[in-house]
């Protein structure tokens, strides 16, 4: 069964600095994608960025960009310049297919960004 | 461009009592899902729908029911509520099944069941 495993609960960063968001998943598949999704408080999961599992480079948007190491099956999303917007839950996500787009979810961490 | 829309946002329902969640997406997507999101649990697939006319249980479907009658529009039902459906409910659609493709949500009802 696939897994994703998100150890932060929460995190704060100074304006302007950045920050990693930890993530770990388990599949035994080996075609595969992986998510990060922002929810501020207003409620909305807004996408972030995608990593595909044969992609040779990390994944990049603008300030966002994903640490994917493969063989140690981690995704960590890294925030450059932190800015007050970026306060918000962040989810990191897999997804397989089959039939339906089977996505799992991690718990979550909450980021807060300090003047 | 309204993408995906969750009719209501809040609700408060006493127990025992039945609710309707509407979710309508303008982007043809052939595929949508309603999940829910409990603390410290991430989102849990309820139902979902790979197309018009069809639909299959996901992870927790106990207590819900879905329906879709046309494309654009799939609807979670819960015929007597329970305390256990407190929560936040996410309807998403996506345009295809390849594995990179985003999930487009909406923005959530929040259900509280006393």
């Known amino acids: 069964a696939q897994k994703i495993t998100q150890t932060q609960p929460g995190m704060f960063v100074q304006e302007k600095e950045a920050v990693t968001l930890d993530c770990t998943y388990d599949?035994?598949?080996?075609?595969?994608?992986l998510f990060w999704y922002k929810q501020p408080s207003s409620g909305e999961m807004i996408f972030l960025i995608y990593?595909?599992?044969?992609?040779?480079q990390n994944a990049t948007e603008g300030r966002y960009s994903l640490n994917f190491q493969k063989a140690r099956k981690s995704a960590n999303l890294v925030i450059s310049a932190s800015q007050l917007g970026d306060s918000a839950m962040y989810f990191c996500?897999?997804?397989?297919?089959?039939?339906?787009?089977?996505?799992?979810f991690g718990i979550g961490t909450k980021l807060q960004v300090i003047p | 461009n309204a993408g995906v829309t969750q009719t209501p946002k809040f609700r408060v329902l006493k127990t025992g009592q039945s609710m309707t969640l509407l979710c309508a997406q303008d982007m043809n997507h052939e595929y949508m899902y309603w999940y829910r999101q409990d603390p410290g649990m991430g989102l849990r697939l309820i139902h979902y729908?790979?197309?018009?006319?069809?639909?299959a249980k996901g992870e927790v479907p106990d207590g819900y029911n879905v329906s879709r009658l046309k494309k654009q529009n799939f609807l979670l039902g819960l015929e007597s509520a329970a305390p256990s459906q407190t929560s936040v409910y996410f309807c998403?659609?996506?345009?295809?099944?390849?594995?990179?493709?985003?999930?487009?949500f909406g923005s959530g009802t929040q259900l509280s069941v006393l």
């Open positions: 998403a659609s996506s345009r295809s099944l390849q594995r990179n493709e985003k999930l487009f």
């Open positions: 729908s790979v197309g018009e006319g069809t639909t």
């Open positions: 996500a897999m997804s397989l297919s089959g039939g339906y787009q089977k996505v799992t």
């Open positions: 599949t035994s598949d080996p075609s595969y994608g």
């Open positions: 990593q595909g599992s044969y992609d040779q």
